[in-house]
């Protein structure tokens, strides 16, 4: 046999192996009655990570601008399993609206164990036009509603031992500074061992994976499976605090 030959042998041998010994350490039923708060549930990865939640038979709240859509997200819930889901529409744009938010889900839920914050502003792909009332608006959205979120539902999570979930995107580390990114999530984390952050970066390629927070853990993650594999790994709490997953088309 030729050395490339035993080479792809032994990669083989190695690869069945490793396939059949290693197991998938999440357990699904770790999150059966977790109470979770998730924002942008109307569509897209939060639609999903909705079904997949309701499927572990999570509580769940639901929030988004759409009440038609979210009704209809919470009904397909209900009948994957979900414990509990209550939803309750909000306009992130609104600075009153994130402590509403977490005070409802408080309130229906008894308290937090995951807060996953998906929600976005469109960011506008062109030239500087000058008009600051957008620009007030999309950082009212894509930064000062997280950070209200998150600061409101602290004490909860902390006392939970909870964790919070964030789904940002590549134009959160280039178009804005690492203290509008990953920067205030390490800096709200500062002093709070029992809280765990995962962050899920859209990465399009490995060039730009220099802007992730130096602390931050990067796994690869096929699209198809990125809102799972952010549930999966938040329930297994891993040692870092900030883990980014890239993603590619899959």
Known sequence: MKPIGKVLCATGIIAGLLAFFWKDPFNAESLSGA?????GASAGIGEQMAYHYARFGAEL???????????????????????????????????????????????????????????????????????VAYTRWLMQVNFFSYVALATAALPTLEKNKGSLVVVSSLTGCVFYSSKQDGGWLAFLFSGRPSLCCTILHSLGTLLFTHHVPRSACLVPVPHSQAHL??????ALRPSCRIKAFWLWPA
């Open 229 to 234: 594999s952010c549930i999966s790994d938040t």
């Open 61 to 131: 709240v639901l929030t988004a601008r759409r009440e038609a859509v979210l009704q209809k997200v919470m009904e397909k819930c209900l009948t994957l399993g979900a414990k509990k889901i209550f939803y309750i529409p909000a306009d992130m744009s609104s600075p009153s609206e994130p402590e509403k938010v977490v005070q409802f889900a408080v309130q229906k839920l008894g308290g937090l164990d995951y807060l996953v914050l998906n929600h976005i502003g469109v960011t506008r792909f062109q030239m500087w036009s000058g008009d």
């Open 35 to 39: 109470r979770v708060l998730l924002t």
